[in-house]
């Protein structure tokens, strides 16, 4: 019995140790301060292009996992990173070498955006995921993507790590805020967030 009893106290104090020892960041801040966000085009995305009087030379092309696209009269042109008005003269720049004065117009009709930019769920979601950053997203809409928490989250407990300050880490309460239902906690989101549930001990 007293083995037994050794054993409990054992197992609470590396609990409470552990408790004790886990890093605190500060709260994430609630808005997102940044210049105006301007969509750049990432592989997985579909971009349609229209060159002015040449419709043989408009399509609608994917850009490829190395981050590139493939038209007629153009090969193997870089588009991951660029925005649409970007690639749009990228494109004049290279048809100009067969097609006097080209007018090009770049619409991209399927959004997945480059992959440092792309928010990441990952632990004890219901279903981790990547997903495209939108401007104004907020932590209430990539919980609502991803389904809200497991059973075994601890989501007071989650973390915010933003790749656009360096990885800097902030605390966010995610069980408040899809449990509860306080909307105090809920943060806009950057471009590059990852976001990390851990396990609750309990």
């Known amino acids: 019995m007293k083995r037994v009893l050794t054993k409990g106290l054992l197992a609470c104090a590396v609990v409470a140790g552990l408790a004790?020892?886990?890093?605190?960041?500060?709260?994430?801040?609630?808005?997102?301060?940044?210049?105006?966000?301007?969509?750049?085009?990432?592989?997985?995305?579909?971009?349609?292009?229209?060159?002015?009087?040449?419709?043989?030379?408009?399509?609608?092309?994917?850009?490829?996992?190395?981050?590139?696209?493939?038209?007629?009269?153009?090969?193997?042109?870089?588009?991951?990173?660029?925005?649409?008005?970007?690639?749009a003269r990228e494109i004049e720049q290279a048809l100009g070498k067969y097609i006097r004065d080209p007018v090009v117009t770049v619409i991209v009709t399927t959004f997945v955006g480059p992959y440092a930019q792309q928010v990441r769920v990952v632990g004890e979601a219901a279903k981790p995921q990547t997903l495209?950053?939108?401007?104004?997203?907020?932590?209430?809409?990539?919980?609502?993507?991803?389904n809200g928490l497991t059973d075994y989250a601890d989501g007071n407990r989650a973390t915010l790590l933003r790749t656009s300050e360096g990885n800097k880490q902030y605390t966010i309460r995610l069980k408040d805020l899809v449990k509860r239902g306080d909307v105090s906690a809920n943060v806009e989101m950057k471009p590059g967030d990852v976001i990390i549930i851990p396990q609750s001990w309990f």
């Not at 605190?24 to 997985?44: F, L, M, V």
């Not at 092309?61 to 696209?69: A, F, H, L, M, Q």
């Not at 495209?132 to 991803?146: G, T």
């Open 20 to 87: 004790g020892c886990a890093t605190t960041y500060p709260p994430a801040p609630a808005t997102a301060e940044s210049a105006d966000y301007n969509y750049q085009i990432g592989p997985g995305d579909n971009v349609n292009i229209v060159v002015w009087r040449n419709p043989e030379l408009s399509m609608t092309v994917p850009v490829r996992p190395d981050g590139k696209i493939t038209t007629p009269l153009v090969e193997d042109l870089p588009a991951s990173g660029r925005d649409a008005s970007t690639l």
């Open 132 to 146: 495209a950053f939108r401007q104004k997203m907020s932590l209430l809409d990539v919980m609502i993507a991803v």
